[in-house]
């Protein structure tokens, strides 16, 4: 199985600042990266696929980048409603694998 | 708009099957697949398998000996069963729809999730 590290587990920040999330994989997966957000009692939102590419309605800004092994999710200028958990997941192959997530909290 | 929605006992005794079903609206089954994931408490997401509208499927390796997805595409539902569950089962567990994004694939569409908890 490929693993998956995401880094930090979780993160203080403010509204309007600018954030990013790493996640690390165990081997190349080229562009197959994705990441999601989750909200209490809430269904998981894709954000990003393919590394790079804006899910549909998603905010601009959300950004992702990277290839190979190595990924980055940035927010820019964090809004009250982005404090949440966010996961990494390669799609690379199966079995799908995810990061242990993100919890972004209100600083 | 298509809405995935949990449903099945909160509750399932140990060695017991865990049974859980999917409800699809707002879209059709056809040429989609269809998947499970899960997350217990204080660990991450867990992918279980996935279910093409035809039958196909594809099970985690780490469960596959005591899974069996399966898909009613006449009742707009697919559905879970997890054999022989312990407290190592004791999850949310979502179900989500896999598409080709862009050639990738992604979940573009999650259920609420429901709390299946292994207890006796």
């Known amino acids: 199985d490929i693993q998956m590290t995401q880094s930090p587990s979780s993160l203080s920040a403010s509204v309007g600042d600018r954030v990013t999330i790493t996640c690390r994989t165990s081997?190349?997966?080229?562009?197959?990266l994705n990441w999601y957000q989750r909200n209490p009692g809430k269904a998981p939102k894709l954000l990003i696929y393919?590394?790079?590419s804006l899910q549909s309605g998603v905010p601009s800004r959300f950004s992702g980048s990277g290839s190979g092994t190595d990924f980055t999710l940035s927010i820019s200028s964090l809004q009250p409603e982005d404090f949440a958990t966010y996961y990494c997941?390669?799609?690379?192959?199966?079995?799908?694998?995810f990061g242990q997530g993100t919890k972004l909290e209100i600083k | 708009q298509v809405q995935l929605q949990e449903s099945g006992p909160g509750l399932v005794k140990p060695s017991e099957t865990l049974s859980l079903t999917c409800t699809v609206s707002g879209g059709s089954m056809s040429s989609y697949y269809w998947s499970w994931i899960r997350q217990p408490p204080g660990k991450g997401l867990e992918w279980i398998g996935y279910i093409y509208f035809s039958g196909t499927t594809n099970y985690n390796p780490s469960l596959q000996s005591r899974i069996t997805i399966s898909v009613d595409t006449s009742k707009n539902e697919f559905s879970l069963k997890l054999s022989s569950v312990t407290a190592a089962d004791t999850a949310v567990y979502y179900c989500a729809r896999p598409r080709s994004c862009s050639g990738t694939t992604c979940f573009d569409v999650w259920g609420q999730g429901t709390t299946v908890t292994v207890s006796s």
């Open positions: 081997q190349s997966i080229r562009s197959h």
């Open positions: 393919g590394a790079s």
């Open positions: 997941q390669q799609s690379y192959s199966t079995p799908y694998t």
